[in-house]
């Protein structure tokens, strides 16, 4: 049985809170706890409306943007998944998508595609879905792995190809997301552990 893998990026194979949350308390020199974990998708425990999207902006044209570190060990994550075609599937603006892959390549992810899509919309590019980009991509008969931090996304993903196996990442800020259907990766030993419903010999 042909097989595929869609997993999102930030939050999920990159570090995005710790990027984000070191570039904007320096930029509004605020004193954050070591080890601070933000409770919600908005930051909002830390910064308002109006910072998130400055602090948002400004980390766009950062280094750190393009530096993250792996969430997943690149070489395990490789071992794993390589046999597959693995395509990242981001809800960042388009016209950053060059530096994404490029941050990922640098740590040493193998990956056959990266794309941008998701619910925040960018000025300039036509809505779409996460289940958008994977109905583009998958071919017939084809099954697919999809993992993701965002419980819309993975709602999103499971509404449209109900076959699918779609796993939850467990952030602080999904903690009260639950579905009779949709995996919860405590971490990524869940997803590594838990079998392929596929022909493992390749």
């Keep these: 049985m042909a ?3 869609f997993f999102d990026v930030d939050g999920v194979v990159l570090d995005f809170e710790s990027s984000f949350i070191k570039v904007v308390s320096n930029y509004f020199q605020l004193e954050v706890p070591e080890n601070y974990q ?27 943007f393009e530096n993250m570190p792996p969430l997943v060990d690149p070489h395990q994550f490789n071992r794993i ?6 395509h990242f599937v981001t809800n960042i603006p388009p016209d950053c998508l060059d530096r994404r892959q490029r941050n990922l390549k640098k740590i040493g992810y193998q990956f056959t595609s990266a794309h941008c899509a998701g619910f925040v919309q960018y000025d300039g590019h036509p809505p779409q879905t996460k289940a ?11 099954q697919f792995l999809f993992v993701d931090d965002h419980p819309d996304n993975c ?43 596929v022909d493992h010999e390749h």
């Design 3 to 5: 097989f595929r893998c």
């Design 38 to 64: 933000t409770e919600n998708w908005f930051f909002s425990d830390l910064l308002t409306s109006e910072q998130v999207q400055e602090g948002w902006d400004y980390f766009l044209k950062c280094s750190e």
């Design 81 to 86: 998944f390589g046999a597959y075609p693995v």
């Design 132 to 142: 958008d980009v994977i109905q583009n991509l998958l071919e017939d008969h084809e």
């Design 155 to 197: 709602v999103n993903v499971h509404e449209s190809f109900p076959e699918a196996e779609v796993w939850l990442m467990t952030r602080p800020h999904n903690q009260d997301f639950s579905h009779p259907v949709i995996r919860r990766a405590l971490h990524w030993d869940d997803v590594f552990k838990h079998p392929r419903e």
